[in-house]
């Protein structure tokens, strides 16, 4: 049977970074000590009170269709949300619920791409962006973030990049799987750049509330410009991954497309999940400040461990629940580091290689687990690492 092209584009050589991680569940299965800091779904438990609205609101019977923009309460508490984060007004219409950040990504490309449009990505990148772009047949600009220059956004080389088929300039701050920030200077000059050419801007905010060592970008006039749209979720900040809540700020037009499109391929998400979520944003600041204080923590715990045993560890991470550590002065590639701390050590990481070349050689370290067991996988490391050193 023949299969569409889109089969072909979707089929991203990231889908095998995985592999390591698959194999990682299946030894600890099997009853082996493993760490598993290959994924980034959090250890910690959704707050209890959005649980308890889940099931208030099924036993409520909220088992029935829903507006596919997403419910007007739910819309009106993000809405407020995003105002107080910009200091301009954000209106419930400019707000679409979505099925996670991710289906939220796969819906900008629907509504904004068109096939050979050209869009600029920062390397390294989250694994599924390539496929989500080329699923419409847009071609990625692929421009490396510098780890010798802490993962800095190359603001000349952007620019250089654009040309007549350039359609979107896509930010994802804090960086997965960096944990780097962008920076005002670095946003103003993009915010430039696509006023000057006409571009649009897509920025993934997914990582926004788990910052460290200093402030989100300053989004207070971006929704002045219809240009710019962001993408959020309630995935990493409230463990929450599991609900599939996520949202798109953009103008009242583009939302009115976002939904048409929801109409023909989501058709809403259900009422008890929004009903969790309406529940996430009342107490949107008690629950962040608390998951933001875990994994700065954790964070401190696996630098202060790694370089306590002589790892050398060039940039921490500002943001976010990962850590990136250069392997290349080991002798091994990435792939091979990675395959022997797990089979040797009991530890998985995820290769940095299926981000995108400049993190080739890098292995991502993920803080979701409790502190203890960071601590144990750093000491297993720093031994391997100390071991390759001999």
């Known amino acids: 049977m023949k299969y569409s092209k889109l089969t072909e584009r979707i089929a991203s050589e990231g ?20 760490i598993v800091l290959s994924v980034g779904d959090p250890d910690l438990d959704t707050p209890a ?32 949300w995003e105002t107080s984060r910009r200091a301009n007004n954000v209106s419930a219409q400019q707000i679409v619920v979505q099925a996670g950040a991710q289906c939220g990504l796969y819906s900008l490309a629907q509504c904004l791409l068109e096939a050979d449009d050209e869009v600029i990505v920062f390397e390294p990148m989250y694994i599924t962006y390539e496929a989500v772009f080329t699923s419409v047949g847009a071609k990625l600009t692929k421009l490396n973030l510098d780890p010798e220059n802490d993962w800095a956004l190359p603001v000349e080389q952007l620019q250089r990049s654009i040309n007549s088929r350039t359609r979107a300039i896509v930010l994802n701050t804090p960086n997965n799987p960096t944990g780097a920030m962008l920076n005002a200077t670095e946003w103003q000059a993009v915010l430039e750049l696509a006023h000057r050419h006409d571009l649009w801007v897509i920025v993934d905010e997914v990582y926004s509330e788990l910052t460290y060592d200093q402030a989100h970008l300053d989004l207070a006039d971006s929704l002045v410009d219809e240009r710019v749209v ?3 979720s309630l995935s990493k900040s409230h463990a929450m991954t599991g609900w599939r809540v996520g949202w798109i700020t953009a103008s009242e037009s583009l939302a009115a497309h976002l939904t048409n499109l929801a109409l023909c391929m ?3 998400l ?14 949107h600041p008690n629950y962040v400040s608390e998951a933001r204080s875990i994994y700065l ?9 790694l370089r306590d045993n002589g790892v050398p560890l060039s940039f921490v991470p500002s943001a976010g629940m990962f850590l990136m550590l250069d392997v290349r002065g080991t002798g091994l590639s990435a792939t091979e580091f990675a395959e022997q701390l797990l089979d040797r050590y009991g530890v ?4 940095g290689d299926a981000f ?14 409790n502190e203890a067991r960071i601590r144990e996988a750093m000491s297993r490391i720093a031994q391997f690492w100390n071991e390759l050193s001999l």
């Open 15 to 34: 889908a095998a970074a995985w592999d390591i991680h698959y194999r990682a569940l299946e030894k600890a299965a099997a009853g082996e000590n493993v």
């Open 49 to 80: 009170p959005i649980r308890d609205a889940a099931i208030t609101g099924l036993s409520a019977g909220q088992t029935h269709y829903t507006d596919c923009q997403g419910e007007a309460d739910l819309r009106s508490v993000i809405a407020a």
């Open 230 to 232: 962001t993408i959020n």
């Open 266 to 268: 989501l058709y809403g």
């Open 270 to 283: 259900p009422k008890f999940v929004q009903s969790a979520a309406i529940e996430a944003f009342v107490n």
């Open 297 to 305: 923590r954790r964070r401190n715990a696996a630098v202060s461990v």
């Open 348 to 351: 998985s990481v995820l290769v």
């Open 356 to 369: 995108g070349e400049p993190a080739r050689g890098h292995i991502r370290i993920s803080f979701c687990l």
